[in-house]
């Protein structure tokens, strides 16, 4: 006879328990020796290649997943496409937190993290594009902390400033497409002065446009991947509405990520055939270039329009995860592989395995920080009035 109550955790949530604990454990140990070690301790950094992996993984790749968030709500509040108001939330708290983290990782990059707010304070280099990067994440986490507020203000009872908050939601999406569109492509911006150190295939100066299209693209399939997760793994914390409009919401988002693929697709090719670089498709980097344009955009497209046709949504969340690795490896190819690339192979830098495991622990927080969210606000469900 069982005298307690019956324990209903399976050893599968044990195990996903442990796994979390030990993941936090160890990136706490290693923040410490970062802090207390130097940059030198954790990381293979140099002067040769001052950015490595955590300006590939947090900076590049985080900042172009998070683009949902402006892109859901420039869809949502700018252009009248109300079929979307079951991502708009999760897009914004997605893009707030990837924002939010990126500061964070940040912090970890700077060699003295204490002068992360001078560019804004005592240094102002204003016809810097790294500048305007600084500037552009600064002022869009502040507008995703605002165009959040009224899920705040639902949680405490506050109607009145809901509603003042919400009244305020549309000229913040324009402000914050605005700005994260300047983002997005000045990210793309800051490789174009270094066409010696970068591969001749993936130096362009329409770098810029490149970064922005894949950003956008990668934004709305991260919003079809976040809904595929959340709808699996936090049903509890979803209303019904939310329950029975994800896989319609999924196909709507697919229809829009086709067109801006082919778009990329075009210019890429065009632009590598009219710059004379199509003999640089023989070598190996020309393969990782051909993989990157086939196995990121083209057989995404292919996927995105039979899932379409076909209604599947199995189909488009296959292709939105492939358009996410597609830009994951773009941004690794620009910014490690195709960089510095000229170098002998000794002296090419290589992570250290513990640079990997900070970004995984910050990306394990960011999960975490999501779940709380979505756990104690009304993220993923309407407000009832």
């Known amino acids: 006879m069982n005298s307690g ?16 604990l030990c993941i936090l454990l160890v990136g706490i140990g290693l923040t410490l020796l970062r802090f207390t070690g130097g940059i030198g301790s954790v990381s293979n950094l140099s002067d040769k290649t001052p950015w490595g992996f955590w300006t590939a993984f947090d900076l590049l790749c985080g900042i172009a ?19 979307f108001h079951v991502y708009v939330r999760a897009a914004l708290t997605t893009a707030f937190l990837g924002y939010f983290f990126e500061v964070i990782a940040l912090i970890y990059e700077v060699g003295q993290p204490w002068r992360l707010v001078y560019p804004f304070f005592l240094s102002q280099g204003t016809t810097s594009v790294l500048f305007l990067v600084a500037l552009c994440v600064a002022l869009y986490l502040a ?10 203000f639902e949680r405490i009872g506050k109607r009145k400033a809901r509603e ?3 009244s305020l939601a549309a000229p913040l999406a324009v402000v914050g497409a605005t700005v994260a569109i300047i983002h997005q492509s000045a990210l793309g911006a800051l490789y174009l002065i270094a066409p010696s150190k970068m591969h001749p295939l993936w130096h362009s100066a329409y770098m810029p446009l490149f970064f922005l299209l894949s950003a956008i693209s990668a934004g709305f399939s991260m919003v079809i991947i976040e809904g595929m997760l959340a709808h699996t793994f936090m049903r509890e914390h979803m209303d019904a509405e939310h329950i029975r409009e994800s896989d319609k919401a999924a196909l709507i988002c697919g229809r829009i990520i086709p067109a801006l ?13 009219v710059s004379g670089n199509l003999p640089h498709l023989a070598s190996s980097y ?31 969340r296959a292709a939105a995860i492939l358009t996410v690795l597609g ?37 394990m927080l960011l999960i975490l920080s999501y779940r709380f969210l979505c756990s104690n606000l009304p993220i993923l469900k309407g407000y009832e009035k």
């Not at 997943?65 to 079929?83: E, T």
């Not at 507008?143 to 705040?152: C, K, Q, S």
Request: charged share 10%; net charge positive; with cysteine.
């Open 143 to 152: 507008v995703l902390g605002a165009e959040l507020l009224p899920a705040l």
């Open 164 to 166: 003042t908050a919400v």
């Open 261 to 273: 693929l082919c778009v990329s697709l075009i210019a890429k090719c065009a632009e590598t055939a």
């Open 5 to 20: 109550h019956a324990n209903t955790r399976s050893p599968k949530t044990y195990l996903r328990n442990g796994v979390i």
């Open 65 to 83: 997943l998070s683009a949902g968030g402006f892109a859901v709500a420039a869809a949502y509040y700018i252009f009248g496409r109300k079929d």
């Open 286 to 316: 020309g393969l990782l270039f051909l993989l990157e344009l086939a196995g990121g955009i083209a057989l995404p497209v292919l996927l995105y329009c039979v899932g379409i046709k076909k209604q599947s949504v199995f189909m488009t």
């Open 327 to 363: 830009v994951v490896l773009n941004r690794f190819n620009v910014s490690l592989v195709a960089f510095n690339y000229n170098l002998p192979p000794v002296e090419r830098y290589v992570p250290h395995w513990m640079e990997v495991g900070i970004s995984v622990f910050l990306v």
